[in-house]
């Protein structure tokens, strides 16, 4: 083989490994493109890189003022948190993954404060400050406070509190009650049920003093008003704590019902109704009833007061009062004989005989005065009874059930439905009666009915295909884009890089054929001279390598003389 052949074969290989022979080999120009597009290559794999490791960004706070929108960014910065605004700018955005951390620790320093002064009004107040602005502020303050404690409720996303405060005053008939009103702004789509208004009124009534609960007013943004206003009308209608009480009893009763017959007729075979009358009325009862005693002798005594004073008549001194009976007595002389009476003396006075001839009569005693009194007093029975109904009683039950016809199979299989017997309908007419509690004297009502069911054609919801679900969607749409950037990556290296390496490191064909023999061979005709003519890969003669390299230094003269350039400079 010739040396240029072998200079050939041997420079080949040797430039493709050699990095310094191939930066040699090629002049300024190109090797200017070559680090232009290897930093091009560079940032795009890294921007490809960042795009597929860029954090989803979640929202953080919404509809902020501008006053907490910048509390809220000075702290995210010195944090070291990153963060975006939304398009409008209202919404401040977060990764998803720090989202509650910084919610957390911007709590703890008071953001947001919702654009209202609340007690914090009070560290600044100014020296000389008088007694009217320090009132001022105080209800500044406190109105403040009670609009975050209403923005606090879930379905409220902004609340103002005015307060009418009267001024106090020593005399008692001219003070006056304070009131307070709530402007409440709801998200949308929200609405706050009674009884979340009323724990608003109470709220407000309870923080405030001598603050009625009547003197509170909520209203919503739309101007509708929340509060209740008719607690003075008792006909205004159920109150919602009694209606819901009133359902969940027709509906515990609906299902000790259907509890006790579905084991019988089966699940989807019984249907219950109840309709209860409920007694929501505050009534009381006090009575004071008096018994007279039927029977004395079992009779309580109180008390018993007896009194007895007799007085005996005895034969006093007699006379006309005056000097003469005034007289002591004269002593007493005893005579000797006793003259006998000048008259007779009397039937009947001791010492005179009886004209009939009989003994003399006992000396009469002398008239007693006797007087007896006796007071008894018995206690009276006495029943105080005090009965107050509790409220929500049952006055009456009214009940509807209706039972599906029994399914029958016969021996070829057949399903068929049949009433159900007497002494069936009868089984569960008394059952019903036992779960419900029938009562006739109350005047509760049952009606158990025994028809056929139509059978309802249930719609067939489609379930919702693996592609459409949300979880999928996702995963998908990060397969997606890591396929994108090593797509991208791919196509780089081997589309733009690689190529260019190759194109790069590749020696001119006229040196290696050039470096075969310079001896000058009478030029064989090209087939197709617009085409780059070409070494074929195994047949390698001498004279078709010298024909191309006359054709060559025959068309592009410079890079001859390079390539002859170079021999010289290299030896």
Known sequence: MPAGAEAVAVSGPQNLIDPQGLLSRISGQPKMGLMLAASAIIALLAGGWMWSQAPDYRVLFSNVSDRDGGAIVASLQQMNVPYKFAEGGG????????????????????????????????ENQKFGTSQFLEQVNFQRALEGELARSVQALAAVSGARVHLAMAKQSVFMREQQKPSASVLVNLYPGRSLDPQQVNGIVHLVSSSVPNLPIKNVTVVDQ???????TDESNPSAGLDP?????????????????????????????VRAQVAADVDFAHSEQMDELYKPNQNP??????SQQTSES???AGYGEGG????????????????????????PPAPGVPGTPDPAGAEPAIPAKPPTNTRKDATINYEVDKTIQHVRRPVGGVKRLSVAVVVNHRKVTDANGVVSTQPLGETERAQITDLVKEAMGFNRERGDSLNVVNSPFTDMEREAVPDLPLWRQPEVIELAKQIAKTLLVGALILYLVLGVLRPMLKRMNQPPESSSLLAGNSEDQSLQPIPAPQQTPQLPEHDHNYDQRLALA????????KMVASVIKQWVSHE
Do not use: C
């Open 297 to 302: 002798e079992n009779s309580a005594v109180r």
């Open 222 to 228: 739309s101007g509708n008003l929340l509060s209740k």
């Open 310 to 312: 007799s007085t005996v």
């Open 320 to 343: 006309v009062p005056g000097a003469l009976s005034n007289q002591p007595p004269l002593p007493a002389t005893a005579p000797i004989t006793t003259a006998p009476p000048s008259q």
């Open 91 to 122: 919404a401040i955005l977060v990764p998803a993954s720090e989202v509650h951390d910084a919610r957390l620790k911007l709590a703890s320093q008071g953001l947001p404060k919702g654009g209202l002064v609340g007690f914090e009004l009070m």
């Open 241 to 269: 704590n009694q209606l819901k009480y009133l359902q969940a009893l027709e509906q515990s009763y609906v299902k000790r019902i259907e509890a006790i017959l579905i084991p019988i007729v089966g699940p989807e075979n």
């Open 550 to 557: 006359r054709q060559l230094a025959r068309d592009d003269p």
